[in-house]
T-cell receptor
Framework: EPEVTQTPSHQVTQMGQEVILRCVPI?????FYWYRQILGQKVEFLVS????????KSEIFDDQFSVERPDGSNFTLKIRSTKLEDSAMYFC?????????????FGQGTRLTVV | AQSVTQPDIHITVSEGASLELRCNYS??????LFWYVQSPGQGLQLLLK??????LVQGIKGFEAEFKRSQSSFNLRKPSVHWSDAAEYFC?????????????FGQGTTLQVKP
């Protein structure tokens, strides 16, 4: 069964460092998303991406964040200068792009720890 | 603003007992509704979804949920809980659109199953 894969599963980084989280969406999907879950809190939408551009982003997704689809398979989330409060589980998701109703499929997540 | 409320943060049931997890949403129209499950260290797995039609929907692992428009609720049920059902459960809603990748999640309910 097709699945969304994320690497690494756990990333530890020092405050102020740049980090790139990687995702391989399901191959025929065209919508891509990043969500995050701070420990003990709800899952929060960060950004959606379609046709090589951001289609929607939340208030959380400030200038420190960026997304990119560098090739035909990967979808990345970059945090330029990490802060302690960026520590969270980050989930990538993807969905098909068609006129009928679609649903998002989630990866296993990357746990980011900023020290 | 759209919101999802899961009133029960933590629920403990005995194995074999029935289960109901509550979810209420606030949205101007009938949204798309989802239940996800997150086992420890795992990603988000879709249990079931409601888009339209029959208000009682069946999902995987023996779960079902009932949409009640008058109560703005989408409660998850299972007649007989198994120890492997211990996990965190998230209710989520998505705006009425052709693509439902952007989700708004509730706080989650942690289910503990007693032997």
């Amino acid at each position: 069964e097709p699945e969304v894969t994320q690497t690494p599963s756990h990333q530890v980084t020092q405050m102020g460092q740049e980090v790139i989280l990687r995702c391989v969406p399901i191959s025929n999907h065209l919508y891509f998303y990043w969500y995050r879950q701070i420990l003990g809190q709800k899952v929060e939408f960060l950004v959606s991406f379609y046709n090589n551009e951001i289609s929607e982003k939340s208030e959380i997704f400030d200038d420190q964040f960026s997304v990119e689809r560098p090739d035909g398979s990967n979808f990345t989330l970059k945090i330029r200068s990490t802060k302690l409060e960026d520590s969270a589980m980050y989930f990538c998701a993807s969905s098909e792009a068609r006129e009928s109703i679609t649903e998002a499929f989630f990866g296993q997540g990357t746990r980011l720890t900023v020290v | 603003a759209q919101s999802v409320t899961q009133p029960d943060i933590h629920i403990t049931v005995s194995e074999g007992a029935s289960l109901e997890l509550r979810c209420n949403y606030s949205y101007g129209a009938t949204p798309y509704l989802f239940w996800y499950v997150q086992s420890p260290g795992q990603g988000l797995q879709l249990l079931l979804k409601y888009f339209s039609g029959d208000t009682l929907v069946q999902g995987i692992k023996g779960f079902e949920a009932e949409f009640k428009r008058s109560q703005s609720s989408f409660n998850l049920r299972k007649p007989s809980v198994h120890w492997s059902d211990a996990a965190e459960y998230f209710c989520a809603v998505a705006p009425f659109s052709g693509n439902t990748g952007k989700l708004i999640f509730g706080q989650g309910t942690t289910l503990q199953v007693k032997p």
